[in-house]
Structures are given as structure tokens and as C-alpha cells.
T-cell receptor
């Protein structure tokens, strides 16, 4: 049973445009959500996070939106740059601060020059 | 500040053998978690250690085990290797067990079982 789903395995956008990566979850016990970026042959790199008490968090070109009623979150990258090309993982954490992160299977973003 | 380091980076083993992977967390980080990444299953949680105690365990068979030392370094062991254990094994660390504490990943150990 996949509790965190990234339904788009890949996404291709033009440089300068907006990239929107989506993530759905099923478990209402999740209280913290994170996005990681992963390049080949490297470990995931933390990008941005959001607590379940918020609906938006922004950091430079990256904004994460959380819709708790729909159990949906999205990552917006504006403007997209070729260096953003990577696999993006959505992850969720259970209440209580446990280290256990539940990951989606990732979306491969390609930003074309 | 040095990041999370994992050794070895690459490993080739044969079925039935055992393997030990090592992880050194960021200095000052007391929590270490291990994940397995495969193309089919994505990133899956193996176990979590804090102050030498296993705090949480994922749905993996008993062949997968781990431990944490007093200096927070951690090892994971896989016994009686199977072909399906071929994966990227990632270690992650953070300072405390608290919501909002960011988890930092190492580069991973790529294990190939023949």
C-alpha cells in the first residue's frame, strides 16, 4: 500500500517556465512533508519542507503548497533552470518526530534550455 | 562541516554472503536512519537509531540488521544475501528526533549481488 504517491514519473519543461511537481498521500497521521532532489550517483538533498499546520512555504524559487483536505502537496519551481533537472522525491513523516520518512517513487524533472 | 559519509561506495557480493555497510553522520548528529532504494520500490525505510538504540524499524526481514555506536556512527548488516538485495543503501542523519529537524543523506552504497 503506497502511502505517498507521485503519479507522474517524469516531467519536461522549458527553461524559465514553471515546474509543478505533485504528490498525494493517504495517511492522515503524516504531519510533516519534505521534498528532496536527487542527482544520479548522489544521495537525496533536502530542498524544502512544510508542516501540516501551514498551507504554503516558500524558499527562493521553490514553493511548496499543502492542501490537507485533499491530502495533496505540490512543489513549484519558478523559474525553472537546467540545473534543476533531477529526480524529485516527496516524503512524509509521522507524528511524533520519528525518523521514518515515507517516500514517493519520485518524478524525474527535465528542464530544457 | 563534513556531510554524511558512507563506506564503501560500491560493493559486489554473491548470493549467500553477508555484507556490512558503514555510515558516519554529520558531527553532532545523533540520529541515523537507513534506507534502501530500488527502481521498483523506490526509497524504503529500513531502521532508525538514536543514542545507540533502535527507535523504529521498517518492513524488512530479519536478515537486515543494524547498530549504532557511542560516537553515533552506524553500521548495517545484511546476511544471506539474495539477488533482490541489490540496491542503493542510503544513510541519513539529523541532530535530534524532532519534527522540523532536517534529515541529511549520504551518497549511498551501491550493492550488487550476483
Amino acid at each position: 500500500d503506497q502511502q505517498v504517491k507521485q503519479n507522474s514519473p517524469s516531467l519536461s519543461v522549458q527553461e524559465g517556465r514553471i515546474s509543478i511537481l505533485n504528490c498525494d498521500y493517504t495517511n492522515s497521521m503524516f504531519d510533516y512533508f519534505l521534498w528532496y532532489k536527487k542527482y544520479p550517483a548522489e544521495g537525496p538533498t533536502f530542498l524544502i519542507s512544510i508542516s501540516s499546520i501551514k498551507d504554503k512555504n516558500e524558499d527562493g524559487r521553490f514553493t511548496v503548497f499543502l492542501n490537507k483536505s485533499a491530502k495533496h502537496l505540490s512543489l513549484h519551481i519558478v523559474p525553472s533552470q537546467p540545473g534543476d533537472s533531477a529526480v524529485y522525491f516527496c516524503a512524509a513523516r509521522y507524528q511524533g518526530g520519528s525518523e521514518k520518512l515515507v517516500f514517493g517513487k519520485g518524478t524525474k524533472l527535465t528542464v530544457n534550455p | 562541516k563534513a556531510g554524511v559519509t558512507q563506506t564503501p561506495r560500491y560493493l559486489i557480493k554473491t548470493r549467500g554472503q553477508q555484507v556490512t555497510l558503514s555510515c558516519s553522520p554529520i558531527s553532532g548528529h545523533r540520529s541515523v536512519s537507513w534506507y534502501q532504494q530500488t527502481p521498483g520500490q523506490g526509497l524504503q525505510f529500513l531502521f532508525e537509531y538514536f543514542s545507540e538504540t533502535q527507535r523504529n524499524k521498517g518492513n524488512f526481514p530479519g536478515r537486515f540488521s543494524g547498530r549504532q555506536f557511542s560516537n553515533s556512527r552506524s553500521e548495517m548488516n545484511v546476511s544471506t544475501l539474495e539477488l533482490g538485495d541489490s540496491a542503493l543503501y542510503l544513510c541519513a542523519s539529523r541532530r535530534f528526533l524532532a519534527v522540523g529537524e532536517t534529515q541529511y543523506f549520504g551518497p549511498g552504497t551501491r550493492l550488487l549481488v550476483l
